[in-house]
């Protein structure tokens, strides 16, 4: 029988990330460490909690999942042009962490991460420009923001992204509540995974409303299901008999 939270054959949700089983492998992605930081700069007073509720996230997938492979998805880190000091030591000790728990950590690189470098550098690893090929699930992992076609994304039968923080707003009478959720649908006839940021701060884009970020997502995600994510995984169906239920 298949689990609310198995997003397609031996891949599954787990907290805010993903569980490829066959590769003994957990994705996450959008951090955006270091957020806080530049908006105390630009006058808003936040405090500086997203490192520790991601860790404290991580802490409770790898009681759990006991990975050989982490993957970071893109936008580990929030700043474009710089490297903050928050994000020198924020960056610095979630790799140590990550690392920790499994024999590889992968980074992607995200369209924040374009000064990721030093720090990978520091800590000895390849940032994966493009994307990262699992061959044993035929899974090519990469952040979203631009369509890098190579022999990895041809030969993936399933692409999964992040970048575009897909969340729902669901209304029952006058509440309404926001979940980060997990997306799925198709993309040139490959299986599409759009995955939640694992970012407290950076929380996410109603998915009924607004414009797409990710150009693999299409305006109409009418035919995609969605998993939202709050206690545990719950499993909604297809977007398009979402709103009729619990926005009607």
């Given at each position: 029988?298949?689990q609310a939270?198995?997003i ?21 992605g ?6 806080e930081e530049?908006l105390n700069r630009?006058?808003?007073?936040m405090?500086r909690?997203?490192f ?6 991580l802490?409770?997938?790898l009681?759990k999942?006991?990975p ?10 929030h ?5 903050s ?16 728990h499994?024999?590889?950590?992968v ?10 470098g ?8 390849e940032i994966k420009?493009?994307?990262f090929f699992l061959?044993?699930s ?6 979203g923001h631009e369509i890098f076609?190579?022999k990895e994304?041809e030969n993936?039968?399933?692409i999964?992204i992040?970048n575009e ?10 509440k309404?509540?926001?979940y980060?959720?997990f ?5 040139e006839g490959?299986?599409l995974i759009?995955m939640p940021s694992?970012s407290?701060?950076?929380y996410?884009?109603?998915v009924?409303?607004?414009?797409r970020?990710?150009?693999f997502?299409?305006e109409?995600l009418?035919e995609f ?10 499993y909604f169906?297809k977007?398009k008999n979402?709103?009729g239920e619990h926005?009607?």
């Amino acid at each position: 029988m298949k689990q609310a939270n198995e997003i397609a054959p031996k891949i599954k949700a787990t907290g805010l990330g993903l569980w490829l089983e066959k590769e003994k492998t957990l994705i996450i992605g959008d951090l955006h460490l270091g957020y806080e930081e530049m908006l105390n700069r630009q006058g808003v007073m936040m405090p500086r909690i997203n490192f520790e509720e991601i860790k404290e996230r991580l802490e409770k997938i790898l009681e759990k999942a006991k990975p050989e492979k982490i993957i970071v998805n893109g936008d580990l880190k929030h700043e474009f042009g710089t490297i903050s000091q928050q994000e020198w030591k924020e960056v610095l000790d979630i790799i140590e962490f990550l690392q920790a728990h499994c024999k590889q950590l992968v980074l992607v690189r995200g369209n924040h991460d374009t000064i990721l470098g030093p720090i990978a550098l520091l800590k000895r690893i390849e940032i994966k420009k493009e994307g990262f090929f699992l061959e044993k699930s035929k899974v090519f992992v990469t952040h979203g923001h631009e369509i890098f076609r190579g022999k990895e994304f041809e030969n993936a039968k399933t692409i999964v992204i992040g970048n575009e923080h897909p969340a729902v707003s669901l209304s029952e009478g006058t509440k309404k509540e926001t979940y980060k959720c997990f997306l799925k649908g198709k993309f040139e006839g490959k299986e599409l995974i759009a995955m939640p940021s694992f970012s407290s701060i950076a929380y996410g884009t109603d998915v009924l409303q607004g414009e797409r970020v990710s150009p693999f997502l299409p305006e109409d995600l009418s035919e995609f299901e969605l998993w939202a994510v709050e206690d545990k995984v719950y499993y909604f169906g297809k977007i398009k008999n979402i709103e009729g239920e619990h926005n009607g």
